[in-house]
């Protein structure tokens, strides 16, 4: 495997995985919490992470990741016969479909649509339990998605070691 696939892949593999726990982390425990308080306040401490989330070190892992899983995507093509080849274009499209897609798709318009809502207002309240449900359950598939995406780009490193270029 050359020298910029090996680069890309493990770069593209360590940023899924880090994206991927940061999602796990807010299944596991982050929106349960909030879903344990009283609405206005679950409102307000979402609305407040929301906002906190928009900043270079996540935008840059989780958009990062993405121009990695692009190039690697490119540059598997260009490099078809090197072993490994499905698991890094699998790694990638799973990480960008499951992680990026989902999050503009449905995430994201849930969460602009908390954002226009006063916490404690009863409308907010009425929103809070349906965003409650449908964000945790496409966060779920987040989650999943780059965990697996890791987990392929990390079969596709060692795949290429166990058997080199011209041995396929």
Not at 15 to 42: E, N
Not at 64 to 86: D, H, K, M, Q, Y
Not at 142 to 166: D, E, F, I, K, V
Request: aromatic content about 8%.
């Amino acid at each position: 495997m050359s020298l910029a696939l090996s680069l890309v892949t493990l770069l593209a593999a360590l940023g899924a995985g880090l994206v991927g726990g940061v999602f796990f982390a807010f299944s596991t425990f982050v929106m349960p919490a909030l879903s344990r308080l009283p609405p206005d306040q679950g409102i307000a401490a979402m609305q407040s992470i929301n906002v906190a989330a928009i900043n270079r070190w996540f935008m840059g892992a989780l958009f990062g990741t993405a121009a990695a899983c692009v190039l690697l995507i490119v540059l598997s093509l260009l490099a078809s016969s090197e072993a490994g080849t499905g698991l890094r274009v699998g790694g990638s499209v799973l990480y960008l479909a499951g992680t990026i897609l989902v999050t503009i798709a449905f995430n994201v318009p849930r969460n602009d649509a908390l954002a226009s809502m006063a916490p404690a207002s009863a409308e907010a309240a009425h929103l809070w339990r349906h965003y409650l449900r449908g964000w945790t359950t496409w966060n779920h598939v987040r989650a999943a998605s780059g965990l697996l995406a890791a987990a392929g780009l990390t079969l596709a490193l060692l795949a290429s070691r166990a058997c080199p270029a011209g041995e396929v």
